[in-house]
């Protein structure tokens, strides 16, 4: 398994401390990988997490990030992985930027969560 994730613009900071995590019954979490510097700005940077298949798979965002991140994506070799979306509810001030911006194949779109407490999706 692996990640591939991209960070908001001018927001690459935010990321450290991110963690990646799999789950096989959405209820308790093994931490599979962790952010420890920022990723490079205006491209993909990725983590592998490991070869055990999950059946739930998660970027839990640093407390003090809003999110703060435009694209995330999960992968087994080489493919893409796709499945139902869930995340934290809502976007700052209620500006649109909800965590499925952070799963919608552009980098330009970004997930800006309600408040500065870590966000997952």
Do not use: C
């Not at 940077?45 to 999110?67: D, H, I, M, N």
């Amino acid at each position: 398994l692996k990640a591939r994730y991209f960070p908001r613009a001018n927001n690459a900071s935010r990321m450290v401390g991110g963690s990646f995590e799999g789950s096989h019954d959405g209820q308790a979490w093994t931490t599979l990988g962790v952010i420890t510097s920022a990723p490079a700005a205006g491209q993909f940077s990725e983590k592998t997490l490991g070869t055990t298949p999950y059946r739930f798979l998660r970027y839990v965002a640093p407390q003090g990030s809003y999110g703060n991140v435009a694209e995330i994506e999960f992968y087994d070799g080489a493919t893409k992985l796709a499945g139902t979306n869930i995340g934290s509810a809502g976007s700052f001030e209620n500006n649109g930027n909800t965590f499925d911006k952070a799963l919608d194949g552009n980098t330009n779109t970004y997930f800006d969560a309600v408040n500065d407490a870590a966000g997952y999706f």
